[in-house]
């Protein structure tokens, strides 16, 4: 006899690990990436913190435990780096990295907002500041900046496209989904 079979396909539905990053956000794989990889463990309370801004303590962080959390030969010298803060390591790899050299005057400024600027040029240090041929397409990146040529690698390999209108945004804030969203993409 003749026996008919159906089968039914439902699509497993995606949840986000944490409550204020929708599945549908355009960081959300970006955000599930760096926590899968223990990049990140958001802002606690099951919160990532897409919209705050990223913090150069927490971007060195980031950059630190992509790379594998490496033990730094030793501590930095920064008096603003206390050497139990959670990020005393990565600052100190990043200092020994050549990604960091602080903000002047024997400091790092782990608290102060990280720009989009400072965001690409730490990654594209960490990147080993591959060579770039011609600037960027951004018309507020001055050529002759300190960030340009990072502007330029990150543009050149899909880490941003800038924020519209021809523009990089280069002193705007770096948000927490903006940073780990160029992390995933420059880690690819």
């Known amino acids: 006899s003749k026996v008919e079979i159906k089968a039914t396909f439902v699509k497993e539905v995606e949840t986000s ?12 794989e970006a955000v599930k990436w760096a926590q899968e990889k223990d990049i990140t463990g958001g802002i606690g309370n099951g919160l990532f913190g897409p919209n705050q801004p990223c913090t ?6 980031f950059l630190w435990r992509a790379a594998g959390s490496p033990e730094p030969k030793s501590m930095s010298s920064f008096s ?11 600052v100190a790899w990043a200092v020994e990295n050549g990604i960091t050299t602080g903000t002047g005057d024997g400091k790092f ?16 240090r960490a990147s ?11 018309s507020d ?14 543009e050149k390999n899909g880490v941003t496209g800038g924020i519209g209108g021809g523009l990089f945004g280069s002193d705007n804030t770096c948000t927490r989904a903006q940073i780990v969203t160029f992390l995933h993409r420059a880690m690819k």
Do not use: H, M
Not at 80 to 90: F, Q
Not at 109 to 121: I, K, L, M
Not at 128 to 133: F, I, L, N
């Open 141 to 154: 990146v001055a050529a002759n900046a300190y960030y340009a040529d990072a502007v330029a690698w990150a």
């Open 109 to 124: 400024s782990p608290d102060a907002t990280c720009t989009r600027e400072q965001a690409v040029a730490f990654l594209y």
């Open 80 to 90: 603003d780096v206390s050497a139990d803060s959670y990020y005393a390591k990565a």
């Open 56 to 61: 150069r303590a927490q971007i060195v962080t």
């Open 17 to 28: 690990p944490f409550s204020d990053v929708s599945t549908s956000a355009y960081y959300y």
């Open 128 to 138: 080993g500041s591959p060579a770039v041929s011609g600037g960027s397409a951004f």
